[in-house]
């Protein structure tokens, strides 16, 4: 069911950019990129989502090429802690009383390992 | 402020075993969510609560699982019968609203071991 498709792994060392790529090439107008990582034993923490336009926030910028159908997400100065499985997720608008909704698809997302 | 908690962090049953998992979310989400994730696996979707009724229930893998919101805040996940298969770190997640730009916030999920 996963509609998007990234690397199983990168490295980047500690304060450079990470730049993770994700191809969503099937992903329709009205639905939305959604950025999660997880870190070992804990639950999936929010990153940040975006339509089309390009977004940033305190934890990461999210880049959208103009057709859509890839993205990426940008840590501009990565931390040992910021090591993590990263989850790109395309999240689906089609409202049926708004039951899918609730439905993300995680994929195996990429394991980012920063280095000292 | 507080995130989503989950009780317990950790459950060991023995196959044919009831349990329930508890989540309270985040103070004013009206949406809540449970997923499963197993090892090495991405989480995968099981239920979606807004309000108090399960606007979505098509994630269940059958009727050992129910979950419950009766109140519209604190929800329990219910296992019956409990099967080796169900091993799995159970999240649960709660968002402001039911929109598309409404993140979820999950918690650090119930680790369930059936014997």
């Known amino acids: 069911d996963a509609k998007t498709t990234q690397p199983p792994s990168m490295d980047c060392a500690e304060g450079r950019a990470a730049n993770l790529p994700c191809n969503h090439s099937?992903?329709?107008?009205?639905?939305?990129v959604y950025w999660y990582r997880q870190i070992h034993s804990q639950g999936p923490q929010y990153i940040i989502h975006?339509?089309?336009n390009n977004e940033t926030n305190e934890m990461a910028s999210l880049i959208i090429t103009e057709d859509r159908k890839s993205s990426t997400l940008i840590l501009p100065h990565a931390t040992l802690r910021d090591t993590a499985v990263y989850y790109c997720?395309?999240?689906?608008?089609?409202?049926?009383?708004?039951?899918?909704?609730?439905?993300?698809?995680f994929g195996r997302g990429t394991q980012l390992t920063v280095w000292p | 402020g507080a995130g989503v908690s989950q009780t317990p962090s950790n459950k060991v049953t023995e196959k044919g075993k009831y349990v329930e998992l508890r989540c309270d979310p985040i103070?004013?989400?009206?949406?809540l969510y449970w997923y499963r994730q197993s090892l090495g696996q991405g989480p995968e979707f099981l239920i979606y609560?807004?309000?108090?009724?399960?606007?979505?229930d098509s994630g269940l893998p059958n009727d050992r699982f129910f979950a419950v919101r009766p109140e519209g805040s604190v929800s329990t996940l219910k296992i019956q019968r409990t099967e080796r298969g169900d091993s799995a770190v159970y999240l649960c997640?709660?968002?402001?609203?039911?929109?598309?730009?409404?993140?979820?916030?999950f918690g650090n999920g119930t680790r369930l071991t059936v014997t």
């Open positions: 997640a709660s968002s402001l609203g039911q929109g598309i730009r409404s993140p979820l916030h």
């Open positions: 099937t992903i329709s107008g009205n639905e939305y």
């Open positions: 975006g339509l089309k």
């Open positions: 997720i395309v999240r689906v608008a089609t409202t049926d009383r708004g039951s899918t909704l609730g439905r993300l698809y």
């Open positions: 103070s004013g989400h009206t949406a």
């Open positions: 609560f807004q309000g108090t009724g399960a606007a979505d």
